[in-house]
């Protein structure tokens, strides 16, 4: 899907759950006001495509009961407004150092995963 097909300007709220998807939509980018992506339910293995500056202002990110193995250090980085995080039971062992140095994340959620 192009940028001319996408026209919610002031669309700040998006729930895709129990959607049995396996990657995040590149739809999303085109959402500048974006503040809330829910994807939680689904079967996405990686959240990569969040890494970039159209997600600056997303506030909540629940991305729960996946799949994702890791979380790209660059997320921390793009989400600068990021203050809710729920990565429940998903497969992450390892969480990245950076997201301890995010200055609005206020809540993360991780139980359910293998983290050491």
Not at 26 to 43: A, D, R, T, V, Y
Request: glycine residues 4%.
């Amino acid at each position: 899907m192009a940028r001319q097909d996408v026209d919610w300007p002031n669309l700040s709220y998006v729930s895709l759950n129990s959607n049995a998807m396996t990657e995040v939509p590149s739809i999303l980018k085109f959402l500048p006001k974006l503040k809330q992506l829910h994807l939680h339910m689904n079967k996405l293995t990686q959240v990569r495509e969040l890494c970039r500056r159209e997600f600056e202002n997303l506030d909540v990110l629940d991305l729960g009961n996946n799949k994702i193995t890791e979380v790209p250090v660059a997320l921390a980085h793009y989400c600068k407004s990021l203050g809710t995080l729920n990565l429940i039971n998903n497969d992450l062992a390892a969480l990245p150092s950076l997201l301890g140095l995010h200055a609005n994340l206020k809540n993360l959620q991780i139980e359910g995963n293998p983290v050491k």
